[in-house]
């Protein structure tokens, strides 16, 4: 064995070995703020399986196959929607899509009375969106299967802050963010998304910048101060500005995200065009960010307002990539839940299939 | 402890050279041979295998590692997804002859999902089975085609494989297993 390769074995060896044994236990995913990192790696390592699955021959697996996947959506989503379709079926769950504007909601149906519907028709894990900030919360409790929160109101939107984690790590050396810095600009105020990425990023170890017009981050400087202070273990400071440059200046990422043509009407924004002026991401301004550095849009785009066309289908736009990886953070997910069932005796059984050995003896 | 070695390390050497020899006889040569390792100590054994066969054929055979977690037919039974080991299959399983290789043939249940994920990947030829164990007590119509050594046991007991590149050492014993409550005493290293 050559010296020099010594450090990077022992260095690997090291940083694995704490996680080896994270088993997965929520019931339910509705947001990340409850998700510890080595449960985040672990869901990392499963997406880079799922990913595997997705370049084969036949992307599709049976094991979740006969399980039930009930997508519930009361806001409009297209590749949301899709992804997790897409991903229930790659692993063989047989899926129902409901769209609230077909459904017994315009008949006045309630949140509760359509979930202990869906749950009677068999609904094993129930996706959801929804307009009201905490709705799936209400849904967790109601529902006797698991829940996974497609994104609500302002509050979360946990399967996109992780795909965009897995495609920051899938461009970063390492897939470490510890350091890295990463710049949100956008509408943070009204943001689910960036609201999730505060959570994963910073428990990632990244130097976070979010940015926008100080309209669109009122309350964001306090959470940034809280968390300056220590507020959150594990979860490390943020910085919040209205100075583009400053956000964008030799980021490694640099994310826009959607302005909606309704913030005009609140007084937020005088207009479109003054915004994509500021904070919009040309060229020029990209042109600050480290070389390498790459840019994501959750989508969908307003194209010349938070983010220029020459930007968005430049070698340094992944956001075809952020899709693509959103399949397959989905089935990692949608695995994952599957198995975490209430009540059962989780370190025991679990023990009994993971031990090593054992495994032809627990088969 | 009332672990019982049943192979030493020189034991499971000899084992692994004649389980060689045996695939190469077995094909009348190494032409389209491909070995594919079951997660996970299928995959060392795999690799120790195309070692011996090179050293006495002087061809070097293709080497996968196949993960069934996805495949099983026990998911919903388990109160924990297993963790997933990775799948690396870098050849085309087109036409060839997959031997695959595992440490411990049991129920059979295993290679049945091995068999299933390997044919989501193309159409082998053939599909051989060698194991460094077989203890019996099968579930389904699946037999091995090599074999290091067969191990009557009891349902009770457990067969525990070491070996080298996960364990540390190589070593097969038989214990007793756990049951519920039992304090872990005898847990496996």
């Not at chain 1, 149906?109 to 009201?132: F, K, N, P, Q």
Request: with cysteine; proline share 4%.
């Amino acid at each position: 064995m050559s010296v020099d390769t010594e450090p990077a074995a022992v260095a690997h060896a090291a940083g694995s070995a704490p996680t080896q044994e994270v088993v997965w236990h929520h019931r339910h995913l509705l947001d990340v703020d409850v998700v510890t990192w080595p449960e985040i790696e672990l869901i990392m390592r499963t997406t880079d399986e799922m990913k595997g699955i997705l370049a084969r021959p036949i992307r599709k697996v049976p094991a979740l196959n006969g399980r039930r996947v009930t997508t519930l959506f009361y806001e409009a989503s297209t590749r949301t929607r899709v992804s997790f379709e897409t991903a229930a079926r790659n692993l063989s769950a047989d899926v129902v899509s409901i769209s609230t504007a077909t459904s017994s909601v315009t008949k006045g149906e309630s949140l509760v009375d359509t979930i202990r519907t869906l749950e009677a028709l068999g609904a094993e894990i129930l996706v959801m969106r929804h307009s009201v900030s905490g709705a799936p919360y209400l849904a967790a409790e109601v529902f006797g299967g698991h829940v996974l929160n497609g994104g609500d109101g302002w509050h979360a939107h946990p399967t996109q802050a992780l795909l965009d984690l897995y495609t920051m790590r899938q461009h970063l050396p390492g897939g470490d963010l510890r350091g890295r810095k990463v710049a949100i600009v956008g509408d943070i105020l009204h943001s689910r998304v960036a609201r999730s990425n505060i959570w994963s990023l910073t428990a990632a170890g990244a130097d976070l910048w979010l940015c926008g017009p100080a309209t669109l981050l009122r309350g964001m400087d306090r959470w940034a101060t809280a968390w300056g202070g220590g507020a959150i273990p594990g979860h490390g400071r943020f910085h919040v500005t209205s100075d583009v440059d400053t956000a964008v200046r030799d980021a490694d990422v640099v994310m826009a995200l959607r302005i909606q043509r309704e913030r005009m009407q609140g007084g937020l924004l005088p207009s479109l065009r003054e915004y994509a002026a500021r904070f919009g991401l040309n060229a020029e301004r990209v042109s600050r960010a480290k070389g390498e550095a790459i840019v994501m849009h959750p989508g969908p785009m307003n194209e010349g307002v938070e983010i220029a066309p020459d930007v968005a289908i430049s070698g340094r736009a992944v956001i075809t990539e952020q899709v693509a990886n959103g399949v397959a953070v989905r089935m990692a997910l949608l695995y994952l839940l599957a198995g975490a069932h209430e009540g059962a005796h989780a370190h025991e059984a679990g023990h009994a299939h993971e031990a090593p050995h054992a495994r032809e003896a627990a088969r | 402890m009332t672990d019982r070695q049943i192979m030493t390390g020189d034991e499971i050497r000899r084992a692994i050279v004649r389980i060689s020899h045996e695939i190469v006889e077995k094909q009348a040569g190494t032409q389209g041979l491909a070995l594919v390792g079951i997660q996970r100590r299928g995959v060392p054994l795999a690799r120790r295998i195309a070692a011996a066969i090179e050293e006495h054929e002087e061809v070097r055979l293709p080497v996968g590692a196949l993960d069934i977690t996805f495949y099983r037919d026990d998911l919903s039974l388990v109160a924990q997804q297993p963790i997933v080991k990775g799948t690396d299959l870098p050849f085309d399983l087109n036409g060839a002859t997959v031997v695959l290789v595992d440490d411990v043939l049991y129920t059979g249940r295993t290679i049945r999902c091995a068999m299933d994920a390997l044919i989501d990947f193309g159409r082998p030829r053939a599909i051989r089975l060698a194991v460094l164990i077989d203890r019996g007590h099968r579930e389904l119509p699946i037999r091995a085609d090599h074999v290091g050594k067969n191990v009557p046991t009891s349902r009770e007991e457990i067969v525990m494989v070491r070996v080298e590149e996960i364990d540390g050492n190589d070593e097969v014993s038989i214990g007793r297993q756990l049951r519920a409550g039992e304090p872990a005493a005898a847990e496996h290293p």
